[in-house]
């Protein structure tokens, strides 16, 4: 199987849409864990501020997360890569894949093209 015609195929899609389901996720499992903590810390810092609102901390946790989403993402990507692998490890499906003729060349593009 060349490499081109590995990309339309349902093997690919089946790594990729799973690779997709782990980063969404491993995203939102990091952002609310990172969001609890930064609102944990601005609740800590504006407890002596007296007209500091709950709504106003809130507000301003929303208000960090894209930067936090964007210093984190390297490793949000590096995790849903490692959980996607380590369940297609699990229901022995890499095997299948390179039964089909799949090198892991090809099964790692599935990845880097998504």
């Known amino acids: 199987?060349?490499?081109?015609?590995?990309?339309?195929?349902?093997?690919?899609i089946y790594v990729s849409r799973n690779f997709l389901i782990w980063l969404g996720i491993t995203t939102l499992a990091l952002l609310v864990i990172i969001g609890f903590f930064e609102a944990i810390e601005?609740?800590?810092?504006?407890?002596?501020?007296?007209?500091?609102?709950?709504?106003?901390?809130?507000?301003?946790?929303?208000?960090?997360?894209?930067?936090?989403?964007?210093e984190l993402l390297p490793f949000i990507i590096f995790l849903a890569s490692l959980l996607?692998?380590?369940?297609?490890?699990?229901?022995?499906?890499?095997?299948?894949?390179?039964?089909?003729?799949?090198s892991g060349g090809q099964l790692a593009l599935g990845f880097c093209i998504t």
Request: no cysteine; aromatic share 6%; proline share 5%.
């Open 1 to 12: 199987m060349t490499p081109l015609r590995y990309l339309n195929s349902s093997a690919n």
């Open 84 to 102: 996607s692998l380590w369940r297609l490890n699990q229901l022995h499906e890499i095997t299948a894949l390179r039964a089909m003729g799949i």
């Open 42 to 70: 601005l609740l800590r810092r504006t407890m002596s501020h007296p007209n500091a609102s709950l709504g106003l901390v809130f507000e301003l946790t929303l208000l960090v997360l894209p930067q936090r989403f964007i």
